[in-house]
């Protein structure tokens, strides 16, 4: 397993080849936000926590220590023991990738690199999506996440159906779960999917805390335009789910809104 310190320098050359679009999510974020995020989030945590402030301190959430706080020690915290599982889709996605990696670091190094696994199907690109994921796939395996990385030339084509040509390319992100529970039988209590979308570390922390919350058979991030009507309304009300706007949480003003998860659609088991 890698040392604490040679993660930090993966994670030092993640932050550096990102582009940082998603740099504002949790920079200047004002102290009440840090405050409630840690104490929103500390079930989560999925790692030992160190006696004192660390690298990990830093990730902008808060965490860890605050103002030379200390971190309370392992004796306090019970690491969590939950398994996700992350399923990607990616097509022509060069720019995305840094920062999709970089927040799935961060995520990870809370949620325990132990309890994560990372699926990734790239299909029909004609950028240099695969080969920026190769790098990507060497740097996450040297730091201890656990990743598979799966390409293919495929393209939708004329002919396939849009719809059932997306279930397939996306069934193709699961095959290693059922890889995993037929050959090692691991299993894992969350999944989550995502494409080339720009998330901060937080709009993760919160689809899962509010899954993890609601007991939910289904948790997706809700899409707000102008940031008041539900986009997709029709198709939330078509399938009986409910919008549950998240908790009120103290935000700076100057954190990024890039992805738009405000709130969640959330089904019941």
């Known amino acids: 397993m890698p040392t604490l310190q040679q993660r930090f320098r993966v994670f030092e050359l993640l932050a550096t080849l990102t582009p940082h679009y998603t740099k504002e999510c ?10 409630q995020a840690r104490e929103r989030y500390a079930t989560l945590i999925g790692h030992n926590e160190p006696s004192q402030s660390s690298w990990m301190s ?7 220590a605050l103002d030379g706080d200390q971190m309370p020690g392992p004796s306090m915290h019970t ?3 939950h398994k996700y599982f992350f399923a990607i889709n990616l097509y022509n996605s060069f720019d995305v990738i840094p920062d999709l990696f970089s927040t799935l670091f961060k995520v ?41 990385i799966r390409t293919s030339r ?9 719809i ?3 279930a397939e390319v996306r069934n193709a992100a699961f095959v290693p779960l059922h890889e995993l529970r037929d050959d090692h039988g691991e299993h894992f209590d969350t999944i989550i999917f995502m494409n080339d979308v720009l998330p901060c570390v937080d709009d993760l922390l919160e689809l899962i805390w509010q899954s ?14 102008y940031h008041s009507d539900l986009v997709w309304t029709f198709i939330a009300s078509q399938v009986g789910l409910e919008c549950s706007p998240t908790t009120n949480i ?7 809104t890039t992805t738009g998860l405000r709130g969640t659609l959330t089904a019941p088991r």
């Open 250 to 256: 103290s935000r700076d003003i100057q954190c990024s």
């Open 212 to 225: 993890r919350l609601n007991n939910a058979g289904i948790t997706c991030a809700a899409d707000y335009m």
């Open 26 to 35: 949790t920079r200047h974020a004002n102290p009440l936000y840090a405050q």
């Open 58 to 64: 830093n990730l902008g959430l808060g965490l860890g």
């Open 154 to 162: 495929r393209t939708r084509g004329n002919f396939n159906h849009r």
């Open 164 to 166: 059932e040509y997306l």
């Open 108 to 148: 990870s190094s809370i949620l325990g690199f132990q309890n994560v696994y990372v699926s990734i199907y790239e299909n029909g690109s004609n950028d240099q999506t695969k080969a920026l994921l190769r790098i990507f796939d060497a740097l996450c395996r040297s730091a201890g996440l656990r990743v598979e």
């Open 79 to 81: 690491p969590d023991d």
